[in-house]
């Protein structure tokens, strides 16, 4: 009797299952909230220089005092750094407007007396709060490189932790961390320590979201992981849509914070229900609560009598049949000792953080196509939902390798069409990056499944583990390279969209796993290309799962 046994005798996808994995997605809604939480709270308004502080004349209108004070740039608008060092009032004179030619004559400085913002679609940003433009504007995308910071030392920290103390502890401090830090980075007087706390929001969702996964793999059976897993996503992606409703109705920046932390204490007082994973339990050499956990379950599924029957030998025999093909000692380098494990870690390395790279690189700057925000938002949102159903479908009948590689290089073509598009052209730009980042959000659906076949039982967590830190490395990196469209403005284009493109190719050269039975050993990987006749091997059981998988994602896409 393997563990699945046991927990097929106690109820597999009882009452139970239900709603403990409907409880665990819930906080993955407001997860998409604290992500992109920076297109919001760190929106740049338009903005220029304040007039001179002694002036003297305040019968002035607002846009005659503009006029004297700032000049304009070559499009006629008002410069955002610069103005004259002493008010023009020959331009109220003629009634007119400088030119450029005449601004070439006339002695400028920087703004002295601050900065005036024209607030429409927010009310209050940490940009106008803290003045993070001109010459401080590089600080606005390196608040959101310290978040993504805390995500890659979250999944270190909480990574090793979880494994070490268990699931649901975990679980329990991430959900208070987020919603201490969030709550005190709502509260936060100066910008380092609003970075500080971001930082600290960063740490807590990767604890949440690799627990979370913990917990919900760890309690249902294998046949329902791919829809559970695909499940879960979807509520990643009406997350966005979700904070694009709250951002509308809250604009002030401190509320908006507030408002998408607070809900995470009801979480944590939820995850005192949670049951702790009896699989980690056993490995853990906690077998009485292992028993316990379970009998417990039994009754919550109304398996009573079944869960009686269950003691620490039962146990102990299932879980030495289950882990008799992990035994020994294995670390990260070993993803790169042999030849074949070495060129896949590689391609899967610059998959993962290309896909990342090029998803924050569109996703995190909304505000360069010129719509609506909070339209661009849902836009960018609802597209992941028709992008999923497609690359699953995709992956089950054409395979994963195709997939994966078509789906990165359509995204990065499309965003280096983009940058050959007039600035004008508003609806064509928006298309084209709208397929650019369903292209992307498609190619992490892809990722996640494409790289747990790819690697072998022994080694999947480390694997798994590696491929999630090249991501985050990708999340940080993206916002800083924006900084670059300062100097060259298609620069950031083209980054964005030849990094998907080199990776979309380095893809191609890993093996195919459609059909296949997943690896064991790191020397199935080395022996995969040799043994032709079990490509085509193919369960029962797994073809009625894919099967399955189709029928509810069309289901879903209708």
């Not at 393997?2 to 996808?13: H, I, P, R, W």
């Not at 208070?176 to 007087?189: D, E, K, Q, R, Y």
């Not at 417990?296 to 620490?312: L, Q, W």
């Amino acid at each position: 009797m393997a563990f699945a046994d046991l927990l097929e005798q106690v109820g597999s996808t009882g009452r139970f299952q239900v709603l403990h994995v409907t409880l665990l997605c819930i906080p993955i809604l407001l997860m998409a909230s604290h992500n992109l939480l920076q297109n919001f709270v760190a929106m740049v308004p338009a903005h220029y220089c304040s007039a001179h502080s002694n002036l003297s004349q305040p019968f002035q209108s607002p846009e005659e005092l503009l006029r004297i004070t700032v000049p304009l740039n070559e499009a006629g608008k008002p410069q955002r750094c610069q103005r004259y060092v002493a008010p023009q009032w020959h331009l109220l004179e003629r009634n007119g407007t400088s030119t450029t030619e005449e601004d070439s004559d006339v002695v400028l400085e920087g703004c002295a007396d601050g900065w005036s913002y024209n607030m429409t679609d927010m009310t209050s940003t940490i940009v106008s709060e803290w003045h993070l433009v001109c010459d401080l504007r590089s600080l606005k995308q390196m608040g959101q490189t310290i978040y993504m910071g805390g995500v890659l030392v979250g999944a270190l920290v909480f990574g090793g932790l979880s494994d070490r103390y268990g699931r649901r502890i975990l679980l329990l401090i991430s959900n208070l961390l987020m919603a201490v830090s969030g709550t005190c980075a709502a509260f936060s007087p100066s910008f380092p320590l609003f970075c500080l706390f971001r930082f600290g929001c960063g740490m807590a969702l990767s604890g949440q979201g690799l627990n979370t996964f913990s917990l919900i793999v760890e309690w249902i059976p294998t046949r329902v992981r791919t829809f559970t897993g695909t499940a879960s996503g979807y509520c990643y992606t009406v997350g966005q849509l979700i904070l694009a409703a709250i951002a509308y109705f809250i604009t002030d920046w401190r509320w908006l914070t507030l408002a998408v932390s607070l809900p995470f204490y009801v979480f944590f007082l939820i995850a005192w229900w949670f049951h702790e994973s009896s699989r980690w339990l056993a490995i853990n050499n906690k077998p009485e609560q292992a028993v316990k956990t379970l009998k417990s379950v039994a009754r919550f599924n109304g398996r009573h009598e079944e869960g009686e029957k269950i003691d620490v030998k039962m146990l102990q025999e299932s879980m030495k049949k289950e882990m008799s093909c992990s035994q020994g000692t294995y670390s990260v380098l070993d993803l790169f000792r042999t030849p074949k494990m070495r060129v896949m870690t590689l391609c899967l390395s610059a998959t993962w953080l290309s896909t990342s790279f090029a998803y924050y690189g569109l996703a995190m700057d909304l505000q360069k196509f010129g719509v609506n925000i909070y339209l661009m938002q849902v836009i960018f949102g609802a597209v992941d939902i028709p992008a999923k159903v497609v690359i699953t479908v995709c992956m089950s009948f054409i395979g994963r390798r195709p997939s994966q590689s078509g789906a990165l290089i359509i995204a990065g073509v499309t965003i280096l069409i983009n940058i050959l598009v007039p600035y004008d052209k508003q609806t064509v730009r928006t298309c084209l990056a709208v397929v650019g980042k369903g292209c992307l959000a498609a190619s992490f659906n892809c990722c996640y499944l494409y790289s747990g076949e790819l690697y072998p039982t022994i080694i999947r967590q480390s694997g798994m583990g590696w491929v999630s830190m090249m991501a985050r490395v990708g999340a940080m990196v993206a916002p800083m390279v924006q900084l670059t469209g300062d100097y060259i403005p298609w620069l950031p284009g083209l980054i964005y969209g030849g990094a998907p493109i080199l990776s979309g190719i380095a893809a191609v050269f890993l093996p195919e796993t459609l059909g296949t039975h997943l690896p064991d050993t790191i020397q199935d990987v080395e022996d995969r290309g040799s043994e032709k006749s079990s490509k085509c091997q193919v369960s029962t059981k797994e073809a009625i799962i894919l099967q399955d998988t189709k029928v509810d994602l069309l289901k879903q896409a209708a």
